[in-house]
T-cell receptor, first 114, second 114 residues
Framework: AQSVTQLGSHVSVSEGALVLLRCNYS??????LFWYVQYPNQGLQLLLK??????LVKGINGFEAEFKKSETSFHLTKPSAHMSDAAEYFC????????????FGKGTRLHILP | GAGVSQSPRYKVTKRGQDVALRCDPI?????LYWYRQALGQGPEFLTY????????KSGLPNDRFSAERPEGSISTLTIQRTEQRDSAMYRC????????????FGEGSWLTVV
């Protein structure tokens, strides 16, 4: 069964610094991979997804993620953090071949320091 | 409709009562998912449907939880004999298979069992 592990339940970065949120996945078949963001008191919104085209995926708000099969990773990055990026970020995986359920990680709360 | 609609948005119920949570997916979306999200946690998969068929209910915690989608559109998640540990945000999501498993979430239903 597929799963994701997000390293670090809380990450703090200074405004303007690089954002790196880590996600490792486990799947027996090539997966679909996703990053969702949840702003305070709001629902979950898709940031970006990997579906086997380009390994470097660009999303909204300047975020991007790179699929690395050899490392089973799908880390989320942004070159320069903005105060508005403070939110909870969830990595998720689904089984592409079976069009299956989507499994979410426990989330990483991103704090932006002024 | 334009987005996934859930009702009620907030529900407070007494322990032992039954509750029904409703989800109206995006028009035309084939797949419908139910998740539960506790505070500070990621969405936990409960069950999902393709059209009216329940494809996977492995995430339902116990037999007090059930879901249906009789006409392949609106779905109801029912919790019988509620317990305090059932208190959480219940999120519904829907998707089109052609979009690579991208799921779109509703605002959620906050359930508090007192």
């Amino acid at each position: 069964a597929q799963s994701v592990t997000q390293l670090g339940s809380h990450v703090s970065v200074s405004e303007g610094a690089l954002v790196l949120l880590r996600c490792n996945y486990s799947s027996s078949v090539p997966p679909y991979l996703f990053w969702y963001v949840q702003y305070p008191n709001q629902g979950l919104q898709l940031l970006l997804k990997y579906t086997s085209a380009a390994t470097l995926v660009k999303g909204i708000n300047g975020f991007e993620a790179e699929f690395k099969k050899s490392e089973t990773s799908f880390h989320l990055t942004k070159p320069s953090a903005h105060m508005s990026d403070a939110a909870e970020y969830f990595c998720a995986v689904s089984d592409r071949a079976r069009d299956d359920k989507i499994i979410f990680g426990k989330g990483t709360r991103l704090h932006i320091l002024p | 409709g334009a987005g996934v609609s859930q009702s009620p948005r907030y529900k407070v119920t007494k322990r032992g009562q039954d509750v029904a949570l409703r989800c109206d997916p995006i028009s035309g979306h084939v797949s419908l998912y139910w998740y539960r999200q506790a505070l500070g946690q990621g969405p936990e998969f409960l069950t999902y449907f393709n059209y009216e068929a329940q494809q996977d209910k492995s995430g339902l915690p116990n037999d007090r939880f059930s879901a249906e989608r009789p006409e392949g559109s609106i779905s109801t998640l029912t919790i019988q004999r509620t317990e305090q540990r059932d208190s959480a945000m219940y999120r519904c999501a829907s998707s089109l298979p052609s979009e690579g498993n991208t799921i779109y979430f509703g605002e959620g239903s906050w359930l508090t069992v007192v």
